[in-house]
């Protein structure tokens, strides 16, 4: 069973253009965070949102939580190939200051070309 | 601030060889994780420590993967006999559990295992 479904899976685009990749689950998750992967490196921390509805804006990136906390979208202006990468979603359960796993999505793997 | 360090970043065996990977997490974060990475895919948990003490290893085939964090900062993941199924990315992350904190993870930058 897959909890965090990521889509697309794959997404080529050129330069300048605009993009959004979904993060979906049937369940409730108390945080969500979007992360980037480059070839060869792990993973690299881009948001957390933790509140129904929230919006948080890093740059070109604008980054989403569903009001249900069920879901997410990340969104990029003007792509640049710089932004190449698997971007991974990952839903926290932890409440109250108990933290548990973060259950991952498989991630969409993004390509910018100049 | 030093990152996370994995080491090595490479390595070749072949099937039944025994293998070791080491990870330094961020100093004073006192949550470690090991995660397994498949070509393209998300990382999957195998064993999450909190200080010395491994609060969840549902996930670590124990018939031959092994853990230990023996004085709750740098860890060991082993595999013996490794198989041609494991080979895949080995990451290790460390977090800060702190009230107010969700949990945000710091990755380093994973072991390529290959089976032969």
């Known amino acids: 069973t897959q909890l965090l479904k990521q889509s697309p899976q794959f997404l080529s685009i050129q330069e300048g253009e605009n993009l959004t990749v979904y993060c979906n689950s049937s369940?409730?998750?108390?945080?969500l965070q979007w992360y980037r992967q480059e070839p060869g490196e792990g993973p690299v921390l881009l948001v957390t949102?933790?509140?129904?509805?929230e919006v948080k804006k890093l740059k070109r990136l604008t980054f989403q939580f569903g009001d249900a906390r069920k879901d997410s979208s990340l969104h990029i202006t003007a792509a640049q190939p710089g932004d190449t990468g698997l971007y991974l979603c990952?839903?926290?359960?932890?409440?109250?200051?108990?933290?548990?796993?973060?259950?991952f999505g498989k991630g969409t793997k993004l390509s910018v070309k100049p | 601030e030093a990152g996370v360090v994995q080491s090595p970043r490479y390595k070749i065996i072949e099937k039944k060889q025994p293998v070791a990977f080491w990870c330094n997490p961020i100093?004073?974060?006192?949550?470690l994780y090991w995660y397994l990475q498949n070509l393209g895919q998300g990382p999957e948990l195998l064993i999450r420590?909190?200080?010395?003490?491994?609060?969840?290893d549902s996930q670590l085939p124990k018939d031959r993967f092994s853990a230990e964090r023996l004085k709750g900062v740098d860890s060991t993941l082993k595999i013996q006999p490794a198989e041609l199924g494991d080979s895949a990315v080995y990451l290790c992350?460390?977090?800060?559990?702190?009230?107010?904190?969700?949990?945000?993870?710091?990755f380093g930058p994973g072991t390529r295992l290959t089976v032969l």
């Open positions: 992350a460390s977090s800060l559990r702190a009230t107010g904190s969700y949990n945000e993870q710091f």
């Open positions: 100093s004073g974060h006192n949550t």
């Open positions: 949102v933790v509140t129904g509805g």
């Open positions: 990952a839903g926290g359960r932890g409440w109250g200051g108990s933290q548990g796993n973060l259950i």
């Open positions: 369940s409730v998750f108390s945080s």
């Open positions: 420590y909190e200080n010395e003490e491994a609060v969840d």
